[in-house]
T-cell receptor, first 109, second 118 residues
Framework: KNEVEQSPQNLTAQEGEFITINCSYSVGISALHWLQQHPGGGIVSLFMLSSGKKKHGRLIATINIQEKHSSLHITASHPRDSAVYICAVRSDNTDKLIFGTGTRLQVFP | GAGVSQSPRYKVAKRGQDVALRCDPISGHVSLFWYQQALGQGPEFLTYFQNEAQLDKSGLPSDRFFAERPEGSVSTLKIQRTQQEDSAVYLC????????????????FGPGTRLTVL
């Protein structure tokens, strides 16, 4: 069983829909990252959080440490949001990240 | 300012060839990470440097993989006698200050090198 699980693996949406991507993890962590990867490989860090909630524009990330669960929400989705969204956790004792397999999002106009 | 850069962006190698992949981290970043991303999968950790010291190489899949960062800035990942299963995107990331020193642990990723072994 992977230490970081994401759902769904694939997601399609119509422009304007509210999107939720979920991440569950089984290890103790010091931080959780949400990353965005566009075709061609480049990865951009969206959020780093260790508790509560963060908001940046139309993106919202929440984490529940007790339940070992995080969600990434996209409000008013747009075709340019189409990408792979990856959840990654930084375990308690190391600097390295453990990644989920990603959620491929396609938003259609 | 300049981000993390990697070269080459694409590399095609014949099975058995040696390859060298380069990473230029953001200037002044202490920590440097290498990850391997197979097609359709999330990245997986390979190795970690703090300055020139390789503190963790637990993710290197075999002794054919070797990484160095001799002056604490540019890093090279070398793969000897490449095999088809080495085909992947190799990602480099850097961060300013290591954990435990009070700094951000946001990792900044390079564009990756896509390696195809024929």
């Amino acid at each position: 069983k992977n230490e970081v699980e994401q759902s769904p693996q694939n997601l399609t949406a119509q422009e304007g829909e509210f999107i939720t991507i979920n991440c569950s993890y089984s290890v103790g962590i010091s931080a959780l990252h949400w990353l965005q990867q566009h075709p061609g490989g480049g990865i951009v860090s969206l959020f780093m959080l260790s508790s509560g909630k963060k908001k940046h524009g139309r993106l919202i990330a929440t984490i529940n440490i007790q339940e070992k669960h995080s969600s990434l929400h996209i409000t008013a989705s747009h075709p340019r949001d189409s990408a792979v969204y990856i959840c990654a956790v930084r375990s308690d004792n190391t600097d390295k990240l453990i990644f989920g397999t990603g959620t491929r999002l396609q938003v259609f106009p | 300012g300049a981000g993390v850069s990697q070269s080459p962006r694409y590399k095609v190698a014949k099975r058995g060839q040696d390859v060298a992949l380069r990473c230029d981290p953001i200037s002044g970043h202490v920590s440097l990470f290498w990850y391997q991303q197979a097609l359709g999968q999330g990245p997986e950790f390979l190795t970690y440097f703090q300055n020139e010291a390789q503190l963790d190489k637990s993710g290197l899949p075999s002794d054919r993989f070797f990484a160095e960062r001799p002056e604490g800035s540019v890093s090279t990942l070398k793969i000897q006698r490449t095999q088809q299963e080495d085909s992947a995107v190799y990602l480099c990331a850097s961060s300013l200050v290591p954990r435990g020193q009070g700094g951000t642990d946001t990792q900044y990723f390079g564009p990756g090198t896509r390696l195809t072994v024929l």
